[in-house]
Nanobody, 126 residues
Framework: QLQLVESGGGLVQPGGSLRLSCAAS????????IGWFRQAPGKEREGVSC????????NYAESVKGRFTISRDNAKSTVYLQMNSLKAEDTGVYYC???????????????????WGQGTQVTVSS
């Protein structure tokens, strides 16, 4: 069974940057659509970004467009989320998720994903 491990979270000041990684353990991610989600305390989980398994198509939540960039390195079985110009409202636990689909689009809904990582905490505070 596919296992996903997130890393790269931490405490950063507003305006700072972090790069999150989502690594697959013992599997390649070539055939998987990958999504990043986050959940802030007291709030529902929301989609942040996703990347297709074919063609490199990406989507971003309006709140992160222009600041976050998703990318994948299939040779390393890793997907990254580069987060720049971080704001306090970006604080939360960030999860990556995967579903095995040969697709040229990716999915914004968490319901479309079968595998989830354990999450990594991102705190943006001065």
């Amino acid at each position: 069974q596919l296992q996903l491990v997130e890393s790269g979270g931490g405490l950063v000041q507003p305006g700072g940057s972090l790069r999150l990684s989502c690594a697959a353990s013992g599997w390649t991610l070539d055939d998987y659509v990958i999504g990043w989600f986050r959940q802030a305390p007291g709030k529902e989980r929301e989609g942040v970004s996703c990347i297709s398994s074919r063609g490199g198509s990406t989507n971003y939540a309006e709140s992160v467009k222009g600041r976050f960039t998703i990318s994948r390195d299939n040779a390393k079985s890793t997907v990254y989320l580069q987060m720049n110009s971080l704001k306090a409202e970006d604080t939360g636990v960030y999860y990556c998720a995967a579903v095995r689909r040969w697709d040229y689009v990716c999915y914004d809904s968490g319901l479309r994903y079968d595998y989830w990582g354990q999450g990594t905490q991102v705190t943006v505070s001065s």
